[in-house]
């Protein structure tokens, strides 16, 4: 009750117009849904409607990933140099404000682990509006993060990766998002299928995730949400960031994007974190070992690394394998080793192995700030409030 009554205070045509959450502990699971699919419609809300999780994608790409390192296709501390020559003989630049070819050669190769760990060089640095040589590069080259997903497809986007210096050495500092988007570009060239193939074959099939991937097809599209964002012409309305009724993932993507492409459900990504949660298990499918599963979900960087991620971890958090990992209790749910991510569409996934729980909240309503949205801080209250024991 409190759940519910937590999360319908914010269902409205300003706010947040739809909502599906689950919380699931110890074999109990509740699902809340509140409000429509679309403001243009009076379909509810369903417990199988269908979300984009933007970057809620990210720890399934490191579990893609991981599947290879255990098949040895792939090694977490070799140069991923052979598979991913755009990434050859890099130039690092000097400092973040010099001039793209005022630049240093790279002390190393870039690895899995600096993919993995996003520390590779290259992401988003967070200065707006845009003020940096690097970051304005990236956004004229098409490879700048932004809600908006790469149109190009995996080899035109590694050149033009390779085409850029990278903001900092291999392993010196932590950036976000585009690390998830070149492992997914070696993974399909690693495993010989694309991205989305690969997962559906190691992951999703296995799982039962049979609403989970980078496209809607056209019989699934009526469960399809709508996503929205602030009107930018009127700050009181919202205005659509994505219509399912001519949404762009009813369409094959040109880029399967390992770092925010895929459509998930509560019950789809659930069966994830079940497997997560149950040490790479789930009814009986082992998608990964308890060793990588733990690895993952461990903190990866260094305080050197850290430098300057405040605004994505504050004080108690950091960073495993593709998902954020919980070091220090300074919220109800923050629990140490606590592991997940939230996605800029309007979504939340954490799992807490220590209070063997693990939560879901799915909205139409995009993230605006890197500010966690009210809905979000009173969804994880209200699913930790109820623990008793």
Known sequence: MRLHDALAAHVSSTD???IVALVSRRGETHVVTLGRRSLESD???TRDTIFRIASMT???TAVAAMILVERCRLRLDEPVDTLLPELANRRVLKSLESPLDDTVPARRSITLRDLLTFTFGLGAI????????????MQEAGVGPNPYLATLSPDEYMKRMGSLPLAYQPGERWLYHTGSEVLGVLIARASGQSLGAFMHDHLFGPLGMHDTGFQVPADKIGRLASNYMTDPKDNTKLGFFDDARDSRWSRPPAFESGGGGLVSTV???LAFQHMLLNKGRHRGERILSRPSVE??????LTPAQKEGTELFFGTSASWGLGGAVITRRTDLWTTPGRYGWDGGYGSSAHLDPAEDI???????RMMESPQLPRVFADFWTSAYQSIDD
């Open 16 to 18: 947040v117009p739809g």
């Open 295 to 300: 690895l993952m979900m461990t903190d990866q």
């Open 358 to 364: 693990a939560g879901i909240l799915m909205t139409t």
């Open 43 to 45: 379909a509810p809300m």
């Open 126 to 137: 967070m200065v707006w509006p845009s003020k940096h040589p690097i970051q304005k590069a």
């Open 267 to 269: 019950d789809d990504y």
């Open 58 to 60: 990210k720890p399934v």
